[in-house]
C-alpha cells in the first residue's frame, strides 16, 4: 500500500549501507524505515504518516533522501 | 462513575457507617432466600443509575418471602429510564421514626468540599433548602488538614440537633467526609439517613459518584466492588457507533479523536477541539442541520486515527456528507487532518470534494493542509470565515443533497 | 499594561524535556520579547538543555542557579505527578504557576489551591494553555508557534478569559480581525475547579489602565459564571463585558459531559440557558455568534477603538 500524499526515495548508497538505514530508521518519528537483512526497507503504510520534520534528510548525505509531497508535486529539500 | 445503591452501601459499611442487613441479587429465587434471612417485611429496590425508580415501579414492598421473589423477578425485567436493572436490593423495612439527611459534594467556587447536613431526609435536598432553609446546615472543610470530628458536629448542631442524636450523628457524617476526601468522590449522600425507636442510626439509601480521572488510585476499592474498567456509566448508555468511536481513539496513543456521541441527523461531524466542537455543534443546529453524532479531534492525533474516525463517521447509516471543522488549531496540525479525512473518502470509494461538505481549521501548518485540499478539489476556509460560517456553509450543502 | 506576567516575567519550565514541553518552550521563547525562562525542571535530568534552558533535577536548584526568586512556573507533567510538582514549586518561593495538564483529580486540585492561597500564590488551570500579553511574552502553549500565535494576537484594549484553550485564541483572533487588540489573554482551564475563574481574574483587570473591555469565553457546568455576575454586581467594576457561551445543546442532555471534563450539567444553575439569564441580568452582554463579538465590544466602549 503506497502513500497517498507522501512518497520517499532513498539513494541505493545509502539503502545498502547498514549503518545509515539504522540512522534513518531512529530518526523518523513515525516509523517509515525499518531495516530488514542488513538493508533500509520503506514501511508504505506508515508514508502517510510524514509530519515533513527532515529529520530523515538531515541524517543522510546530500541529496540522498527525497520526500515527495504527492498533491502538490513538491518535494523535500526544497 | 456514578455506583449503584448496593454498592455505595457497601463503601458506607466499610467506613464504619451503620447500615441495614440487606442482600444484593440478580436472581428472584435468592431474593425470597435474603427475605427469609431478613425473617419481615421487605422492599425490594430496583438497582438501576437513574432517577425516578420509585414512581417507576422499580419499588416495591413485601411481606412474605414469596412476595419478595414475585416483586424481584418484576423489578429484574422492568426498564427504567432506558436502564435495564443491575440486580435488586432486599432490604429489611426499617421502623424508622425520623429521616435525616447527610452528604458532601465539592463546591467549585470555595474550591473545597462541603458537607450538608439536615433533620428534614428523604426528599431531595435541594428542595428542603428550598422550602426550610433553616433546617440545612452547610459547612466548608479544609482539604490539606486532617479533618476533625467538630466540623461535623458544628454542621449537625447548626440545624438545631442536639442530645444523644447529635452524638451519634457526628461519628458518621465524620466518616462520610473522610470517605469522600479519601476515596475521590464528587458526591457522597445519605439520603435518608433514618433513625429508628431505639434512637440509632442507620443508612438507608446512599449515592456516591467517584471521579473519573481518580478511578486508577481507586483500583482496589473498585476491583473489591467488582466494577468492571470497562463500565463508564454515563448518563446514556454507549451505542455500537459510540463504542466503535472509543475503538478508534484506542488505534494509537497519539493525539485524541474521541467522545464519539452519537445522534441521528445526516450530517456526519469530524470537529475540534473541546470549546470548538461545542460552538460547532450549536452552530449546526441553529441553522437548521441536523447532526448525525459529537466528537472532539485534539492535540494532534495521527492520519490513521482522524481517518478511522471519519470513515466511522461517513460509514454511519443516514450520513450524507462531513463537516470538517475547528477552531484555530495551535497544537493539532491542519494538513495532518486533510490527509485523513481525504483518506477516509479515498479508501471508501468517496469523491472528498463530494463527500466533504466544508473543511475549516485554521492555524498550524494551514498553507500545505490547504495545498492538499486543493488538489482534491475540496472547499475549504480559513480564519477569515468564522465557525458560524462554516456551519452554515455546511448545512446549506447537506440541505441542497435532501432537497 | 497588562495582568499576571510581562516582559520581564521570569519562569521555569517543569517536566521541560516531555515532547510537548520541548515545543512550547520553544514557542515562549520565540514570541514577543523572548520568554525569560530561567530553567528547567525535570528528576534525574540534571545538566542537560532544552533550546538553551539549563535542566535541574529539582527547583531548588534552579532558584540557586538563577540567584533570584522566580516568578512563575509552567507545569508541564503527567496528573499523577503534579500536585507534587506544584508544591514544590510554592515552597521554593514561585507565585504564579501554569497548569498545563489535564485530568487532574479534583481533590488534587483543591490541595494545591488551598496550599496556593495560603502562600499567596496564584494557579492559572489545569487544562489550561496559560497566558499570552500580544507581542510581549507567552507564557504556556496558547496561540501555538510564536508566528502562530502573531497571526491571531495583537496588542489593545480587550481582557480575553477563556475556560477552552481553542477559543482563547479564536476569540482573540476574531478581535485582531476587526482591529480590536487584547490587553492579556487568559486560558483558566476546563476543569470543575480551577486555580482562578473569571471573578478571581477581574480585579487585575479593572485595575489595568490599558484594559478597556472584558470578552469571556463560557459553557455550561459549574457555577463560575454565576460568580462573575456576583462580583460585577457587587463590586461596581466599571470594565464592559462581552461573553460568549457555547454548548447550549448540552442543556437537552443532563448528565452528560462534553468538551471539558468541567461542563457536566449537575443542576438547574448550570444550564447554558440559566447562565445566560444571569449574565444578563448583571448587565454582561451575552453574544449569539463569536462574528458579532467586536461589534457588541466597540458598542460598549461607545467608541471607535
Redesign the interface.
Known amino acids: 500500500m503506497a502513500g497517498?500524499?507522501i512518497d520517499v526515495e532513498v539513494a541505493e548508497s545509502v539503502a545498502g549501507d547498514a549503518e545509515l538505514a539504522a540512522k534513518l530508521t531512529e530518526v523518523c518519528p513515525?516509523d517509515i524505515f525499518a531495516v530488514a537483512d542488513g538493508r533500509l526497507q520503506i514501511v508504505e503504510e506508515n508514508l502517510?504518516?510524514c509530519?515533513?520534520c527532515e529529520l530523515c534528510i538531515n541524517a543522510a548525505p546530500e541529496g540522498t533522501v527525497l520526500v515527495k509531497?504527492l498533491?502538490?508535486g513538491e518535494s523535500l529539500p526544497a | 462513575m456514578r455506583f449503584f445503591e448496593f454498592e455505595a452501601r457497601e463503601v458506607i459499611k466499610r467506613a464504619g457507617i451503620p447500615v441495614t442487613e440487606y442482600g444484593f441479587t440478580t436472581d428472584p429465587a435468592e431474593a425470597r432466600t435474603i427475605a427469609e434471612r431478613i425473617g419481615g417485611p421487605t422492599v425490594i429496590k430496583s438497582q438501576v443509575l437513574t432517577g425516578g425508580r420509585m414512581k417507576a415501579g422499580g419499588v416495591k414492598f413485601a411481606d412474605t418471602p414469596e412476595e419478595a421473589e414475585s416483586h424481584a423477578r418484576d423489578i429484574l425485567a422492568l426498564e427504567i429510564g432506558g436502564h435495564m436493572p443491575r440486580g435488586v436490593l432486599v432490604d429489611p423495612k426499617a421502623e424508622v421514626e425520623q429521616e435525616y439527611y447527610a452528604g458532601v459534594v465539592w463546591d467549585g467556587t470555595r474550591k473545597q468540599p462541603v458537607m450538608i447536613f439536615s433533620p428534614v431526609g428523604g426528599i431531595d435536598i435541594e428542595q428542603v433548602a428550598e422550602e426550610q432553609p433553616e433546617a440545612v446546615g452547610r459547612r466548608h472543610f479544609s482539604n490539606i488538614l486532617p479533618f476533625s470530628e467538630f466540623q461535623a458536629k458544628e454542621v449537625i448542631a447548626s440545624t438545631g440537633v442536639t442530645g444523644s442524636a447529635l452524638n451519634k450523628l457526628v461519628p458518621i457524617l465524620t466518616r462520610l467526609a473522610r470517605l469522600f476526601v479519601e476515596n475521590d468522590m464528587v458526591l457522597a449522600e445519605i439520603n435518608p439517613l433514618g433513625r429508628l425507636a431505639d434512637g440509632s442510626f442507620v443508612a438507608l439509601d446512599a449515592h456516591m459518584d467517584i471521579e473519573n480521572e481518580a478511578r486508577g488510585r481507586n483500583a482496589k476499592l473498585l476491583k473489591d466492588l467488582g466494577v468492571g474498567d470497562e463500565e463508564t456509566r454515563q448518563a446514556r448508555e454507549a451505542t455500537e457507533f459510540e463504542l466503535a468511536g472509543e475503538a478508534v481513539d484506542g488505534m494509537s496513543h497519539r493525539g485524541v479523536a474521541g467522545n464519539v456521541t452519537e445522534f441521528d441527523g445526516n450530517l456526519g461531524l469530524v470537529i475540534g477541539a473541546g470549546g470548538g466542537s461545542l460552538t460547532l455543534f450549536d452552530a449546526v443546529r441553529a441553522h437548521g442541520g441536523k447532526p448525525a453524532n459529537y466528537c472532539e479531534i485534539g492535540g494532534n492525533p495521527d492520519v490513521a486515527k482522524t481517518a478511522g474516525l471519519a470513515k466511522l463517521v461517513l460509514q454511519k447509516p443516514g450520513v450524507d456528507k462531513i463537516a470538517v471543522m475547528m477552531s484555530i488549531v495551535s497544537n493539532t496540525r491542519v494538513d495532518i487532518v486533510a490527509r485523513g479525512v481525504i483518506k477516509a473518502c479515498l479508501d471508501l470509494g468517496f469523491d472528498p470534494a463530494e463527500k466533504i461538505a466544508i473543511f475549516r481549521i485554521p492555524g498550524a501548518w494551514e498553507e500545505e493542509g490547504f495545498k492538499i485540499l486543493e488538489h482534491y478539489g475540496v472547499e475549504y476556509a480559513d480564519r477569515s470565515v468564522s465557525l458560524n460560517e462554516a456551519a452554515r456553509r455546511a448545512v446549506e450543502k447537506i440541505q441542497g443533497v435532501a432537497a | 499594561m497588562s495582568i499576571l506576567v510581562d516582559a520581564d516575567t521570569t519562569f521555569i519550565v517543569q517536566g521541560i524535556t516531555g515532547r510537548e514541553a520541548v515545543n512550547l518552550t520553544r514557542e515562549c521563547l520565540d514570541y514577543g520579547a523572548g520568554a525569560k525562562i530561567v530553567g528547567g525542571v525535570t528528576p534525574g535530568r540534571k545538566g542537560r538543555d532544552v533550546h538553551g534552558v539549563p535542566v535541574f533535577d529539582t527547583v531548588a536548584q534552579a532558584v540557586e542557579h538563577h540567584g533570584a526568586p522566580i516568578k512563575g512556573s509552567v507545569v508541564t507533567v503527567p496528573p499523577a505527578f503534579t500536585k507534587d510538582a506544584m508544591f514544590e514549586a510554592i515552597e521554593n518561593g514561585v507565585e504564579l504557576i501554569v497548569i498545563v495538564t489535564e485530568r487532574i483529580p479534583r481533590g488534587d486540585v483543591a490541595q494545591m489551591v488551598e496550599l496556593a492561597t495560603m502562600r499567596g500564590a496564584r494557579i492559572i488551570g489545569p487544562n489550561c494553555l496559560g497566558i499570552i500579553v500580544p507581542d510581549v511574552i507567552k507564557m504556556g502553549g496558547i496561540g501555538g508557534p510564536a508566528k502562530d500565535a502573531a497571526k491571531s494576537y495583537s496588542p489593545g484594549p480587550v481582557g480575553v478569559i477563556s475556560r477552552s484553550g481553542g477559543m482563547t485564541t479564536e476569540m482573540s483572533s476574531t478581535l485582531t480581525a476587526a482591529g480590536l487588540g487584547q490587553s492579556t489573554a487568559v486560558s483558566i482551564g476546563g476543569d470543575a475547579i480551577i486555580g482562578s475563574s473569571y471573578a478571581e481574574l477581574m480585579p487585575l483587570f479593572d485595575a489595568d489602565e490599558q484594559t478597556q473591555a472584558i470578552v469571556i469565553y463560557t459553557e455550561p457546568g459549574g457555577r463560575m459564571e454565576a460568580q462573575l455576575a456576583e462580583y460585577v454586581h457587587d463590586s461596581g467594576s466599571k470594565l464592559p463585558i462581552v461573553a460568549f457561551m457555547a454548548g447550549r445543546f448540552m442543556d437537552e442532555m443532563p448528565g452528560m459531559s462534553f468538551g471539558h471534563a468541567g461542563t457536566i450539567v449537575e443542576g438547574k444553575e448550570d444550564t447554558a440557558t440559566e447562565k445566560i439569564a444571569r449574565l444578563a441580568e448583571a448587565g454582561i452582554t451575552v453574544a449569539e455568534r463569536i462574528e458579532d463579538i467586536p461589534g457588541l465590544v466597540r458598542e460598549k466602549l461607545g467608541v471607535a477603538v
Open positions: 497517498v500524499f513515525v502517510d504518516e509530519v515533513l509531497k498533491y502538490s
